[in-house]
């Protein structure tokens, strides 16, 4: 299994939106409606903010959102906050039990 | 609250085994619908999945990884462990533990995750 590809940087100015993407392949993204999504602070664990697809963990801003098309899954920060800033990092099932994550994605708020 | 803390050596040689365990508390290993993992991040790069355990011992491990992966589960403990073989500098990471559903693959809780360096 290979890696989700996502773009290696992002960015946006306070108050924008901006999207990340995840593509992967007919095998697990096209395949199965279970994409999480990932933010990653430096030196910190992962946190979870979007699962299948589309749903936000209790807690999440609604700011967050994932959505899904073909093989490319999708997270939309909407109203950009410094606090943003952040790694991205997307994952999905990927069949028998095997799970594949993206190579991540910077975020830089301007 | 649910919490996982990863323990084990923070230097490994070449060649040797690499072995780390997740001491779950707040909650119980044993519980249905859950899975248990691990992923590792080298610096600077990406997260990797290593593989997961149910706690009935059943395994799944990532294909890139399985002949030098070994992943057990000790309930009485509440903790699940790590054995990954024949180490070498490309496995220098932070390696982290975390709980899932099986197939959803949504890790919702993670430990702080701890260093393990390969080197002689």
């Known amino acids: 299994q290979s890696a989700l590809t996502q773009p290696p940087s992002a960015s946006g100015s306070p108050g924008q939106s901006v999207t990340i993407s995840c593509t992967g392949t007919s095998s697990d993204v096209g395949y199965y409606n279970y994409v999480s999504w990932y933010q990653q602070h430096p030196g910190k664990a992962p946190k979870l903010i979007i699962y299948?697809?589309?749903k936000r963990p209790s807690g999440v801003p609604d700011r967050f959102s994932g959505s899904k098309s073909g093989n490319t899954a999708s997270l939309t920060v909407s109203g950009l906050q410094a606090e943003d800033e952040a790694d991205y990092y997307c994952?999905?099932?990927?069949?028998?039990?095997?799970?594949?994550f993206g190579a991540g994605t910077k975020l830089t708020v301007l | 609250q649910l919490q996982l803390q990863e323990s084990g050596p923070g230097l490994v040689k070449p060649s040797e085994t690499l072995s780390l365990t997740c001491t779950v508390s707040?909650?119980?290993?044993?519980?249905?619908?859950?899975?248990w993992g691990w992923i590792r991040q080298p610096p600077g790069k990406g997260l990797e999945w290593i593989g997961s355990?149910?706690?009935?011992?059943?395994?799944h491990y990532n294909p890139s990884l399985k002949s030098r992966v070994t992943i057990s589960v000790d309930t009485s403990k509440n903790q699940f462990s790590l054995k990954l073989s024949s180490v070498t500098a490309a496995d220098t990471a932070v390696y982290y533990c975390?709980?899932?559903?099986?197939?959803?693959?949504?890790?919702?809780?993670w430990g702080q995750g701890t260093v393990v360096t390969v080197s002689s």
């Open positions: 355990i149910y706690y009935s011992g059943n395994t």
């Open positions: 975390a709980r899932h559903r099986y197939g959803v693959c949504d890790f919702d809780y």
């Open positions: 994952n999905s099932y990927a069949g028998n039990g095997n799970v594949v």
């Open positions: 707040g909650g119980s290993i044993s519980s249905s619908n859950y899975y």
């Open positions: 299948e697809v589309t």
